[in-house]
């Protein structure tokens, strides 16, 4: 299978929460990061986690890491239009390596 | 936050044509650099590692004499593809890491390269 892997495709209603997973293989991942991509435009780093951290809350992110099972996830709290876009999981099996991505969800969300 | 860019955003060459890319971070200094190459809808996939002052890192299957990596300074790397195909049209997406946050990795907004 894949290194990292995502669900491909996730549609919301604007105002609900979206819950994007991730899991992963390499147990030795140190940095598990999530990044936004806008069509046509680079990639804007959201929030990544330490692997010794279990959760990580920043404003409206959500970030939940089960070590054990290697799966990630990302909640969004009230889903807004202008969260449209492809969130792309990455790990780096240390600090200063390249990242390894998944294949990014597409978050369509709906009025 | 952090900004890296990257100049030309678009461009379209001939076949057979040399074309520069360029990365920069904007507001941090970088010793590493990152080139990715995303397909459409697709993942990114590591071409390279430009370290400040010396030799690119190739990941396997990419040719160096065919992507020329110079990384001069902490700010600035370049990526030159050389004697340019068709199939070397893609979206290239280059990174930097904070010399001092090494964990945090910046996106550029990326270089839509067309060959005709």
């Known amino acids: 299978g894949e290194d990292v892997e995502q669900s491909l495709f996730l549609s919301v209603r604007e105002g609900d929460s979206s819950v994007i997973n991730c899991t992963y293989t390499d147990s030795s991942s140190t940095y598990l990061y999530w990044y936004k991509q806008e069509p046509g435009a680079g990639l804007q780093l959201l929030t990544y986690?330490?692997?010794?951290?279990d959760m990580k809350q920043d404003q409206r992110l959500t970030v939940l890491l089960n070590k054990k099972d290697k799966h990630l996830s990302l909640r969004i709290a009230d889903t807004q239009t202008g969260d449209s876009a492809i969130y792309f999981c990455a790990r780096a099996r240390q600090a200063g390596t390249a990242l390894i991505f998944g294949k990014g969800t597409t978050l369509s969300v709906s009025s | 936050g952090a900004v890296v860019s990257q100049h030309p955003s678009r461009v379209i060459c001939k076949s057979g044509t040399s074309v520069k890319i360029e990365c920069r971070s904007l507001?941090?200094?970088?010793?590493?650099m990152f080139w990715y190459r995303q397909f459409p809808k697709q993942s990114l996939m590591l071409m390279a590692t430009s370290n400040e002052g010396s030799k690119a890192t190739y990941e396997q299957g990419v040719e160096k004499d065919k992507f020329l990596i110079n990384h001069a300074s902490l700010t600035l790397s370049t990526l030159t593809v050389t004697s340019a195909h068709p199939e070397d049209s893609s979206f290239y997406i280059c990174s930097a890491e904070d010399l001092f946050k090494s964990h945090e990795q910046y996106f550029g907004p990326g270089t839509r390269l067309t060959v005709t």
């Open positions: 507001d941090f200094q970088a010793t590493t």
């Open positions: 986690i330490f692997s010794n951290m």
